[in-house]
Nanobody
């Protein structure tokens, strides 16, 4: 099972930017899909964005045009560039790996993102 370690969270003002990174312990090239999820206090965890080994991406409607997911298959890393951040983006962000469609079997420990108004 792949081990995932996130970094890059922090505190930022509304309208600012942050870049999250996820380092995988194994090659991500053979993983069906890598993704970023988030969970805000009192809310369910939700998928933010995902990417395949062929760099096909998907985004939740609430981040389209603001967030960009990317990956480096050679370095086994996945990143999430977050621009135009809003207080509603405040959450713990998790990197996850999906070996089978719809099943997220490996998770990182999460990184806190806090957006102040």
């Amino acid at each position: 099972q792949v081990r995932l370690v996130e970094s890059g969270g922090g505190l930022v003002q509304a309208g600012g930017s942050l870049r999250l990174s996820c380092a995988a312990s194994l090659s991500i090239f053979g993983i069906n899909r890598m993704g970023w999820h988030r969970q805000a206090p009192g809310k369910e965890r939700e998928l933010v964005a995902s990417i395949t080994p062929s760099y096909s991406t998907n985004y939740a409607d609430f981040v389209k045009g603001r967030f960009t997911i990317s990956s480096d298959n050679a370095k086994n890393t996945v990143s999430l560039q977050m621009n135009s951040l809003e207080p509603e983006d405040t959450a713990v962000y998790y990197c996850a790996a999906s070996s089978l469609p719809g099943i997220w079997g490996s998770w990182g420990q999460g990184t806190q993102v806090t957006v102040s108004s």
